[in-house]
Every structure is written in C-alpha cells, then in structure tokens.
C-alpha cells in the first residue's frame, strides 16, 4: 500500500510527464494533466493520513533503484555539462565536471581507498515534515498545472507560435512536482541529491521556456547559481563519504555527532541557493520572465520550497550551536532587506518574487531559532505561503493577459474591469498579511518564539518588526488600488476568463480561508508531530480546543473567537456596504468644482475652463527603497553572515 | 488557560464603556488644546454631539468600498480592545489594530482623489514609523515580564518603567503617530488647520466619518490602556496607574501644540532611528 502511494507521488507525475511529450495531442494532455493532479491529490491525503513511515524501497518493477538512480544522475549531470557547452558558460560547466568527479567519488569510483557508499537501509522516510511538503506540492503543484492548461492556450496565441510548445511545457512540470515529492521522502542522501538537481534542470528549462534573450539568461543565471547549491550539496556528501558515515538523512540529524554539523551547514548553504536568499536574490527575480504558472510553481509549492524543507529538515542537527544563532540572523536579514526591496516595486510580479524571498528568510530565521514553536511557525508559514503565494501569482498572470501589464499602477480600479479577480487579488494579498490568516498566525509564532532566544534575539525581532512594517505597506498599497471605484453600484461585468483559469482561483481562495480556519486542526494533525524533534519542548504551542487557542507560556492566539469576530464584523460591514450601494454617488473631492470629460471620467474645472482629471501615483521612494540603492550593501552583509557560519564552524 | 464567565462580563462592560471614555479624553483633548492657545473650546461633551450629528447625516459616499473599510475600521478597534479587556497576547492586539490601519488605507485608496490617495500613502509611511516602535515595546514588556500576556504584564512584582524607561519614550512617539498629533500629523489631523484637506479621511463623510471617530476613541483607550500596562504591578496603586495615563496624555497634548508638523523623512528618520535605538539599547539592557 504504502509503496504504491510513494510510487504514485513520485514516478507516477514522471511517467504522465514523459507522456505528455509523447502524445501531442490537447486533449490527451488536458487528461494526462487533471488525472496527475487527482492521483496526486489523493495519493498524498492517503499519505498524509498513513502517517509516519520509512520504506526500504530498493527495488522497484524488479531494478535496482540504487543503480537506477546512481545511472539517471549520471545522466543528469552529463545533460548539464552539455548544456553549459552549449551555452558556452564556464561556470556551469565547471560546476558540472566538479559534480560529476564528486559523484564519483561519493559512489566510490575514484579516490584513494574508497569502497562502495555506506547506503542507508531505508532510501525512504517520511515524517510529518516531509508529509506537509507531499501535501503542498501534491494539492498546490497539481492545481497550478491545472490552470496551466488555459493559461498557455492563450499564452500561445498571443505569440502567435506556429508548433505549440505546450508538450514540453507540461513535461517540465509534470516532472518538477515527482522530483519534489521525491526530494522530500528520500532518506538516502544520494536520491534526494538526484532529485535536488533534478529540480534544478526542471526550473533551467521553464525560466527559458519562451526562449527570449532575457528568458535566455535569466535561466542560465538560475542554473549556475543553483548549481552552486548543487555543489556545496556534494561537498557535504564528500565530506560524510571520506568519514565513513551512513549517507543518511535521519542519521545526520538524530546522531548529535559534532562531525557531522560541517555537512549540515553545507547542506543549508545548498538550501539558501534555492531558496533564493540573498545574495541569490537575483535568480528567482528573473525568474518571472517564464511564463506565470511557472512563477506559481517556483515560487509557491516546489523549488524554493525544498531549500527551506532543507534546513529544516537538518534543524534538530545544529540546535544550540554558534551556526543556529547566525542561521536566525541571516534569515531574519533577508526577511528585512527583501520587503525593503519590495516596496520600491511598481512591477507586480517582481513584489510577488521580493515577498516571496522576504518569506523565506522568516522561516530560515524560524529554523535558526530553533525552537519548538518556532520549527511549528517556519511550517505555518510554508502551508500558508505555498497557498496564498499561487493565489496571487495566479491572479496577476490572469490579470496581466486582460490587462496587457504587470506593473501595480495599471492595475488601479482593475474592480471595474475584471471585478472578480480583483477581490481575489485583494483576498489574497490580505491572507497574507493580516488576521485571522494563517500567514499572520505564523508570523505571530515566529515572533514570539524568538523572545526566547539568547542575546541576537534583540537584533532578530528588530529586523523582523522592520520587515513586518514593510510588508504592510507594500501590500496595503496595492489592495486599495485594486479596488478603485467610481461610483457605489457593484460591478456586473465578466472577467472573461477560461474554466480552468476561474475554477483554480476559486479553489485557492477558498483553500485559503479554510486552511487558515481550521489552522488549530493543521497543527494537531500535522505540523506538532513534524516540530517533536526540535528543542525546547516547553515552548512548543498547545491547542485548547474548544477556542482553538494556540497557548504556550509566553501567549495565546485564539482562532476561533478572533474568526468568528472578525467574520461577524466583515459580514455586518458588507451588509452596510450593500446597503449603501444603492445611494446615488458622489465625485470626490478634487479642490474645484467636480464635472465628468468627454470618456465621463470625474474631473474638476480646472484653471483653464476645462475638466481636469486628477492623476495619481504612489510612493516607490527609490532613493531608499531601490534596487540599486539596497542590492549591493544587502548582498556584501549577507556574505559576511554566511562566511561566519562557515568559520564559527571550522573555528571550532 | 482558564477563562470565566465573569471575565468574559467585565471585558464586556470595559468595551461597552469604552466608547465613553474616549469621547470624553477627547472632549478634554479639546479643552486642552484651547486652552494652550488662549480659547475657550467647546464643552466637554462636543465629540458626542459632532457624531450624533454626523450618523443623522444622509450618506454621501463615492464608492461601497469606503462604507465596507469604515466599518471593518471600527470592527478592528472593537475587537482590538476586547482582546486587550480579556487580558490577551499584546502581539496579537497589535496585528488586530493593523487590519483597522490597513482598513484606511485601503478605503483612502479606493477613491480617486488626489487628496485621500496622498493621505493614503503618508498614512502608511506612518505606519511604518510606528509598527516596529509598537512591536518593540511589547517584545520589550514581554521580555521583561515573562510573556506577551496582558495578565501576566500586569502581574509583575515592581512597575515596568524603572525597566523600561526607553521604551515608554518610544510608546510617547508611537502614541504622538497613533493619535495623529503634530509633529506626526501628515496623514490626517483633528485641528482645523490641515495640510491635504483631512488626507486618508477627505472623501469619508456623514455616518461614515462618525463610525471612524468612534473607532479612533476606542484607539485612544486601547493606546492609553497600553501606556498603563508600564504602571501597573503587583504593588502600585489605581491613582499611580491614572495618573500615568493624565501625565502622559497631557504630554502628548503639550507636544502637540509647541511643535510644527514635519515632512515624513523627519518622522521616519526621528521614530526608525530614534526611536528604534532607544528600544534597542532598553531591550539590550534586560540581559543585564
């Protein structure tokens, strides 16, 4: 049983992948597609439900799956060796030759007196951690591809492209959401490392997948820079290889073996590279070239995923140490820096890509912090996050194919246009930032789970209220100027859209706000058990359930009630909006006397006897905020963090 | 956890007389005020007449939007102050009190006006000015006491100001923003004399405008109930606890009428800089 569902999460999405390049035709890849996701669905809620487990799941259809997967990684890498010829890039070749030769070694091929690897016996295990993850790629990932089928018909007809691409197009994400699930459930090092680069070959292809110049180099330089990843990756492999230790991932963070921290802290700088910390911000900023469900995919349930799921994962590995203090820091420092850069965007998926990464570092603080609440808090986030994030990334994909642009000013009083999508678009972004959303209550856990912390606690929560502050405004922004309205009658028009496109978006609004109710049931069911191996039991939250109060001795965030006060007063309130929706209108107030032009635009009379219509704009404030202001001194700050991790652990 | 009828009750009556209070503060507000500038004022009672006149008002409004983020403005208030009555998570009263902040915003920003959408941005740089000041303050409280609990704020064995005497400067400059007093008033003023008409509030009028005057009396008890919480202790007195809060609302009244309004570089630079080092050397100072 337990085979089969771990089978249909991670070979299954490869198998339909390789299909839909196969077979050309739309209507098997629309089935092919929606009968992925449902498999999925299902196989991970199945999975989810089971529970903990570990599999030994060395053979498969009667192969060897160790040599299966030593042959397919070889394979992998020779595909990016070529790629980098290709492109004539020397960093990637150089990155790829290095990683084949510490493959090698690590599989015991060359180097003086090596044997064959010290292979765990269960290549796979699952904990509640790794099932949260299954959920999220399985359920988001799924949906994603999903609104991919009507999002990339259009796509192509504005291209105007002679042989669709759209076979390629899903092959990628087919295979992206099985190396993701297949990342999360390995055990043995050597699979999640195939898997890992896997993702980065997947996210290479999609960033590129239009096949402009800017597409063009954007992958290029997410390739090189997580290859980077990759390679720190081997290290840590070579490393445990050359110390004769089991290439384990349940060995490395139960032994408590200090031999192993120097292989920990390589594995998180692998984690950083794909997670997009600064300083490789800049990847998954260009990233958004790619076609919009790509940008949802990426940056909601798989790929920046995993590098957290990473760090996590090895969290209960370097609890207490120097390494955990710096990590808090660190992560704390990307949430700040990035909702900085954020604020000084006009471009919508580039605020989406910045918060994204701003998210990110929370959750590598939440991991530095280290305590039990606060690994429950950086899980939190990850659900809410991975939901939210796709919502709005969805959203200003379907908005920019109206509207022909993604850049926030133009979307001012998009209510009058696509009435619909705008109040999703707002929904989302308030899910993101205030209560009773689940990102809030995750960002509330991780605040007070750093009051704890020991001296850099100060330096943590300075940076995290900064960040927080930031967020707001960013946000705050840009669901007001959304919802921009003219007059007091609601909207009737259509939003125009295809099923799939209208269906995801009301699936994931609706996950949204559910997810965010039952948050207490989440966290009974799923991310408590995840948080066990973390330290400071005291602090983990425990649920009172009849208010579904999250307690612990330093607070209480009472779901239910503040839900339930919150829905009464939302509803009341919209009540007294309908009502006032039939009073007649008035102009605003413009300092003159209010008229309409010629398009019955509200104007006033201005100096000159004609209608003026006010024009607007917002506060970038780029001589703080801007990329060339922030991006250098913020990348040389966070080299000097990393290269104290580094140091304070061969120091010692 | 335990939680009782009784309290439950309490926190009722405090929510319910709560409106009252802060009419009243700011009835006394504009005595004040008149006073420091040699008028006479209005009578004590003013504000209660200014928004019973203004909810007999017909409702003139540009969109249904306004009307929604009014209401959810003075929703968050309520619920702000009932969790803070209940003796709950001061975090969570602060993310409370951000949805009725973001409500203005967006309300301001819904409306195609210059003046409201200029408020709009000036209100949120002002939010940025005071969010991390606030969150400060509490993580300082909290360290300090134990725990992010009003109930255990209030329980501790000697006043917080002689351990926090840096943060209560601080909550001075995030109640100065909070109560939109000079020189921290850009986004919108009570004084007659405004710089973009009434900023974030320009386009709000009639029922409206009294739903978000009545929520601002509730911000100014939740805000004074704060400033208390640096008294309150196993020891003092409730005359120490009210005279913390006169001395401190006279102050902010003071600061009020002896400064001119600044541009908002000034304000992020006086609370971001200022203000966030006083907060951080205060905090550092816990450890030892």
Not at chain 1, 248 to 259: C, H
Not at chain 1, 577 to 597: H, M, Q
Request: aromatic share 10%; hydrophobic share 55%; glycine share 8%.
């Amino acid at each position: 049983m337990l085979n089969g569902l771990v089978f249909a999460c991670i070979v299954l999405p490869i198998l339909a992948a390789l299909l839909a390049l196969i077979f050309r035709a739309c209507a098997i890849r629309k089935a092919l597609v929606i009968g992925t996701g449902v498999v999925l669905a299902l196989a991970s809620l199945a999975l989810a439900k089971a529970g903990s487990f570990r599999l030994a799941a060395d053979t498969m259809l009667g192969i060897n799956v160790n040599s299966l997967v030593m042959l397919l990684d070889f394979a992998l890498m020779a595909v990016i060796l070529i790629i980098g010829l290709r492109l004539t890039n020397w960093i990637i070749v150089c990155l790829a030759i290095a990683q084949i030769a510490g493959t090698l070694y690590v599989e015991g091929f060359i180097g003086v007196g090596s044997g064959a690897p010290f292979l765990p016996e269960m290549g796979i295990f699952a904990d509640n951690l790794s099932l949260v993850m299954v959920l999220v790629i399985s359920l988001v990932g799924s949906l994603i591809c999903i609104y991919g089928l009507g999002y990339m018909r259009v796509h192509e007809e504005h291209l105007h492209l002679e042989k669709s691409r759209q076979p390629r197009f899903f092959f990628y994400m087919l295979l992206f959401l099985g190396a993701m699930n297949g990342l999360v459930l390995s055990n043995n090092l050597l699979w999640a490392f195939f898997f890992w680069e896997l993702t980065t070959l997947c996210s290479f292809m999609l960033i590129g997948h239009d096949g402009t110049d800017e597409a063009r180099r954007n992958a290029t330089r997410a390739l090189w820079m997580n290859m980077l990843g990759g390679m720190a990756f081997v290290f840590g492999m070579m490393m445990l290889k050359k110390a004769g230790a089991e290439l384990s991932m349940l060995t490395l963070i139960s032994s408590g073996n200090s031999l192993y921290l120097m292989p920990i802290v390589l594995f998180c700088f692998a984690g950083f590279t794909k997670s997009a910390q600064v300083p490789f911000q800049s990847w998954l900023c260009g990233a958004m070239v790619a076609p919009t469900p790509v940008s949802a995919l990426l940056h909601s349930s798989t790929m920046v995923k995993a590098g957290v799921f990473l760090v996590l994962r090895l969290a209960p590995g370097f609890e207490g140490t120097w390494f955990s203090v710096v990590l808090a820091i660190f992560g704390a420092f990307t949430f700040l820096v990035t909702s900085a850069l954020a604020v000084g965007q006009s471009n919508g998926k580039k605020i989406l890509a910045y918060s994204t990464i701003a998210n990110l570092g929370l959750i590598i603080a939440c991991a530095g912090i280290n305590t039990q609440a606060a690994i429950a808090a950086a899980i939190m986030i990850i659900v809410f996050h991975a939901v939210s994030k796709a919502l709005l990334f969805l959203c200003v994909g379907a908005i920019e194919q109206r509207i022909e642009s993604r850049n926030i000013d133009d979307m001012r009083s998009l209510y009058q246009l696509m009435p619909r999508t705008a109040v999703i678009t707002a929904i989302g972004i308030v899910s993101m930032m205030l209560p009773p959303f689940g990102m809030l209550l995750g960002k509330w856990m991780a605040i007070e789970s750093a009051l704890n912390m020991n001296f850099a606690m100060p330096i943590v929560i300075t940076m995290l209220a900064l960040g927080s502050a930031l967020t707001v405004l960013f946000w705050g922004r840009w669901a007001g100027m959304l919802l921009g309205a003219a007059n007091p009658k609601p909207v009737r028009v259509s939003d125009n859209q295809s099923f799939s496109i209208s269906f995801v978006l009301m699936v994931l609004t609706i996950m949204a706000v559910l997810a965010s109710l039952l948050s207490p049931l989440l966290y009974v069911a799923l991310v408590q058990p995840a948080t066990l191996a973390a330290a400071d039991p005291a602090s983990g939250y425990s649920i009172w359930g009849a208010l579904g109060s999250f307690y612990n001795n330093t607070g209480a965030f009472a779901v239910y009630p503040l839900f339930i006060a919150i829905a009464l007063g939302f509803a009341w309130a919209l009540h007294a909006a309908r009502k006032a929706s039939k009073v007649e209108g008035t102009d605003p107030f413009l300092s003159g006397a209010n008229a309409r032009n010629e398009n019955g635009e509200p104007g006033f009379i201005g100096p000159m006897r004609e209608v003026t219509a006010p024009t607007m704009g917002n506060y970038y404030l780029s001589n703080i905020f801007g990329e060339g202001k922030l991006t250098g001194t913020a990348n040389a700050v966070a080299i000097t963090l990393i290269a104290l991790m580094l140091g304070g652990v061969m120091w010692n | 956890m335990e939680l009782s009828i009784f309290t439950i009750l309490i926190a009722l009556v405090l929510l319910l007389l709560s409106p009252l209070a802060g009419g009243f503060i700011t009835g006394v507000d504009r005595r004040l005020t008149a006073w420091l500038q040699s008028r006479y004022g209005p009578p004590l009672v003013q504000p209660f007449y200014d928004v019973l006149k203004l909810l007999g008002k017909a409702p003139m409004i540009v969109n249904s939007w306004q009307v929604l983020c009014a209401y959810i403005y003075l929703v968050s208030a309520v619920v702000a102050l009932f969790i803070f009555f209940m003796q709950g998570d001061l975090l969570l009263i602060f993310f409370v009190v951000t949805v009725g902040a973001v409500a203005q915003v967006v309300g301001a920003m819904t409306v195609n006006s210059p003046f409201g959408q200029t408020g709009a941005q000036r209100e949120l740089l002002q939010m940025l000015a005071y969010e991390p000041l606030l969150v400060m303050v509490f993580v300082g409280m909290a360290k300090a006491a134990g725990s992010f609990n009003v109930s255990d704020i209030m329980n501790v064995e000697e006043p917080l100001l002689f351990s926090l005497p840096l943060l209560f400067i601080a909550m001075v400059i995030v109640m100065l923003i909070k109560l939109r007093k000079s020189p921290f008033d850009i986004s919108s003023s009570g004084h007659a004399h405004q710089e973009i008409v009434s900023g974030v509030h320009t386009d709000y009028s009639g029922p409206q405008l009294a739903l978000l005057e009545i929520g601002h009396w509730l911000e100014v008890v939740l805000l004074l109930g704060i400033t208390a919480l640096f008294w309150t202790s196993q020891t003092t007195t409730f005359i120490g606890v009210i005279l913390i809060i006169v001395e401190t609302y006279f102050v902010e009244i003071l600061i009020d009428n002896i400064s001119a309004r600044m541009t908002w570089k000034w304000m992020l630079r006086t609370s971001l800089c200022t203000g966030m080092v006083l907060a951080l050397v205060n905090i550092f100072w816990l450890y030892y």
